[in-house]
C-alpha cells in the first residue's frame, strides 16, 4: 500500500500516525529552541517537549525498536500503546503537559500542544469508529518490519 492509498483509506489511526510523525519534528525542534530560554519553568516544559519527541519517534516508527539497543522494559512499556485508545490518551497527556506551559508564559511550545491534541483526537476518532489500529507500512508496520527478519 503506498502513502497515497494509506490516506485515502479513511482509517483515522493512519491520520493520527502521520499527525505523531510531524509531532515529533515539531517536540524535538521546539523542545531544543526553548531550551536556550532564561526562565527555569520554560526550560522544564522543553525538556517534557523533548522527552515527549523521543517517546514518540519509538511509538510511532516500530522499525527502530528493532534496530535501537533499548532495555526490555523501554519496549515494554512503548508496546503498551498498540490500540487507538491508548495512543489517544498518551498524545493527550502529552498535549496537556505542554499546555500547561502557557500557565508560565507563552511560547512556540503551544504549537506543539495543539498538533498532540490533533494526533490524539484522530486517534480518539479510530477508537470511536471502532477502526483497527493500522501502522503505516512506510514508517515501518507490518510490510517492513517482516522483510527486515
Known amino acids: 500500500m503506498?502513502?497515497?492509498?494509506?490516506?485515502?483509506s479513511r482509517n483515522f489511526s493512519i491520520?493520527?500516525?502521520?499527525t505523531g510523525v510531524i509531532c515529533i519534528v515539531l517536540c524535538l525542534a521546539l523542545g531544543i529552541a526553548n531550551i536556550f530560554s532564561f526562565d527555569v519553568v520554560i526550560i522544564i516544559f522543553s525538556v517534557l517537549?523533548?522527552?515527549s519527541g523521543l517517546i514518540l519517534i519509538f511509538a510511532e516508527?516500530?522499525?527502530?525498536?528493532?534496530?535501537?539497543?533499548?532495555?526490555?522494559?523501554?519496549?515494554?512499556?512503548?508496546?503498551?500503546f498498540t490500540t487507538n485508545w491508548m495512543r489517544a490518551a498518551m498524545y493527550?497527556?502529552?498535549?496537556?503537559?505542554q499546555w500547561l506551559s502557557l500557565i508560565k508564559s507563552?511560547?512556540?511550545l503551544i504549537a506543539a500542544a495543539v498538533f498532540l491534541l490533533i494526533a490524539g483526537l484522530f486517534y480518539a476518532l479510530a477508537g470511536l469508529k471502532s477502526q483497527e489500529f493500522v501502522?503505516?507500512?512506510?514508517?515501518?508496520?507490518?510490510?517492513l518490519a517482516q522483510m527486515i527478519v
Open 15 to 18: 491520520y493520527g500516525q502521520w
Open 135 to 143: 501502522g503505516s507500512k512506510t514508517l515501518g508496520g507490518q510490510g
Open 2 to 8: 503506498t502513502l497515497a492509498e494509506e490516506l485515502r
Open 49 to 51: 517537549c523533548l522527552i
Open 106 to 108: 507563552a511560547t512556540s
Open 92 to 97: 493527550t497527556v502529552m498535549s496537556v503537559v
Open 61 to 80: 516508527v516500530p522499525f527502530l525498536l528493532r534496530i535501537c539497543p533499548t532495555s526490555p522494559k523501554f519496549d515494554a512499556f512503548i508496546r503498551r
